[in-house]
Nanobody, 127 residues
């Protein structure tokens, strides 16, 4: 049984930075990363990585260049560094895993296809 343990998040001023972490246990090769739920919008994928060895990454256009997704030294531990945060980045960020439909590429996030969810962590941004 896969378990996702999340930490990080919190409150920061616009332009600031935060870091999220997610540690998975019992995980095989899959896409692992974060989605977010912003108030008034549909849940969207933020950043995912293929855990099967290639390290293939995908980041949403809205965060590319500001957010950094990287693997920790411990197997199946990920970090998401959120930089230059904007008010529209505020929301609940949830660690998740999903099986990609077309090989080891994680650019096809669909919340309906998520295999495992973390509990989520709140990110609030003040302007």
């Amino acid at each position: 049984q896969v378990q996702l343990e999340e930490s990080g998040g919190g409150s920061v001023q616009a332009g600031g930075s935060l870091q999220l972490s997610c540690k998975a246990s019992g995980l095989g090769s899959t896409c692992m990363g974060w989605s977010r739920q912003v108030e008034g919008k549909e849940r969207e994928g933020v950043a995912f990585i293929w855990t099967g060895g290639s390290g293939s990454k995908w980041l949403a256009d809205s965060v590319r260049g500001r957010f950094i997704l990287y693997e920790g030294n411990t197997k199946n531990t990920l970090y998401l560094q959120l930089r230059d945060l904007k008010p529209e980045d505020a929301g609940t960020y949830s660690c998740a895993t999903f099986t990609p439909p077309r090989g080891p590429f994680c650019d096809d996030f669909d919340p309906r296809a998520v295999d495992n969810w973390g509990k989520g962590t709140l990110v609030t941004i003040s302007s």
